[in-house]
């Protein structure tokens, strides 16, 4: 499988355990959560091993693909702060700000940028 297909593959997966372990919280299953919660750090780590190796490969890390490169890693950091901040009780506008935002800016320069 091309860099790429496991790339995109690994990403997928990961929004649907962050779902999936969102959902879990809300119904009050706490230890469905806490294994989701920990199969989406084991995808954080994936993803972002997956992500550098195209970064290097490819873009050299140079340019527009540095930029989304960053951008994808704070969607992982505001995936893991939802989680986190939703666990404990705490208010999670700043991290889904960050989530959102991030999000948008990865599929900019993945999609408009970077073709």
Avoid: C, D, N
Wanted: aromatic share 10%; hydrophobic share 60%; charged share 10%.
């Amino acid at each position: 499988m091309a860099p790429l297909h496991i790339h995109v593959t690994l990403w997928t997966l990961l929004i649907i355990s962050f779902v999936v372990s969102l959902i879990l919280h809300r119904a009050g299953k706490a230890k469905g959560q806490k294994i989701l919660h920990m199969v989406a750090r084991l995808l954080y780590l994936l993803v972002l091993v997956s992500g550098l190796h195209m970064l290097a490969a490819w873009y050299h890390f140079q340019g527009a693909a540095l930029i989304k490169g960053i951008a994808g890693v704070l969607v992982l950091v505001g995936m893991e702060m939802v989680l986190v901040r939703t666990e404990k009780r705490k208010r999670t506008g700043v991290a889904w700000a960050v989530l959102v935002i991030a999000l948008i800016l990865v599929f900019y320069y993945g999609y408009v940028v970077l073709g």
